[in-house]
């Protein structure tokens, strides 16, 4: 059964500062991973998704990588803004068009 | 981009009643649609994916006969929470996946969530 963790579960940082996300997952035969964003009381928000076969996703100041043979993708976040405030997601997808599973969520904070 | 909207954004009920949520894809069709609840402080966990046209698929531990699914359509699902009680209050997504030329794209496009309440 595959498992997802997501480390910290929570971080505070001052704004500017460059942060990475973790996340691991137990099973490493996965189809794509994918980051998302929850504001509070809200849905989520797709980042970035990395097919099994990339390394890396660059979007703006988002920067995902892929270890597949490890189980792990880091989600860095460049120059943090108090905007970026929220609930950091990754899932994992075992197959074409199958279901996700989601890790527990990183809530990070950025302080002005 | 594709858009998944949530009908109703909150509702609060007494118990022993049924709460209808709809989920719908605005711009896109969708034969796959798949819905989440989430407690607070946790992560999301699939209740069910549903498919337009057939019986929907629970996962383990979900009652069917409780969450009620209704995929009629190519942009609209339905889920029926029948004789709600306080633990069913949750927050419950639902998500889509958008076809292009015929094939299922892997993206899941959430909706914005439905928060019940069952007093």
């Known amino acids: 059964k595959q498992e997802v963790t997501q480390i910290p579960a929570a971080l505070s940082v001052p704004e500017g500062e460059n942060l990475v996300l973790n996340c691991s997952f137990t099973?490493?035969?996965?189809?794509?991973l994918q980051w998302f964003r929850q504001d509070p009381g809200k849905g989520l928000t797709s980042l970035l998704l990395?097919?099994?076969?990339?390394r890396e996703q660059t979007s703006g100041r988002l920067n995902a990588s892929l270890d597949k043979s490890s189980g792990r993708s880091t989600l860095y976040i460049a120059a943090s803004q108090p905007g970026d405030s929220a609930t950091y997601l990754c899932?994992?997808?075992?197959?074409?068009?199958?279901?996700?599973?989601f890790g527990e969520g990183t809530q990070l904070t950025v302080n002005p | 981009g594709a858009v998944v909207s949530q009908h109703p954004s909150w509702v609060i009920c007494k118990s022993g009643t049924s709460v209808k949520i709809e989920c719908r894809s605005l711009?896109?069709?969708?034969?796959?649609m798949f819905w989440y609840r989430q407690f607070p402080k946790q992560s999301l966990m699939l209740m069910a994916t549903?498919?337009?046209?057939?019986?929907?698929?629970?996962e383990q531990g979900v009652e069917k006969d409780k969450f009620l699914i209704n995929h009629a359509s190519l942009t609209l699902s339905t889920l029926t929470v029948t004789s709600a009680h306080p633990e069913d209050s949750s927050f419950y997504i639902c998500?889509?996946?958008?076809?292009?030329?015929?094939?299922?794209?892997?993206?899941?496009?959430f909706g914005p969530g439905t928060r019940l309440l069952v007093l």
């Open positions: 549903s498919n337009e046209g057939s019986k929907a698929t629970y």
């Open positions: 998500s889509a996946r958008d076809m292009l030329a015929g094939v299922i794209q892997e993206t899941q496009y």
């Open positions: 990395i097919q099994s076969s990339q």
């Open positions: 899932a994992v997808n075992i197959a074409s068009g199958s279901r996700l599973t």
């Open positions: 711009d896109f069709q969708a034969t796959t």
């Open positions: 099973d490493s035969a996965i189809y794509n």
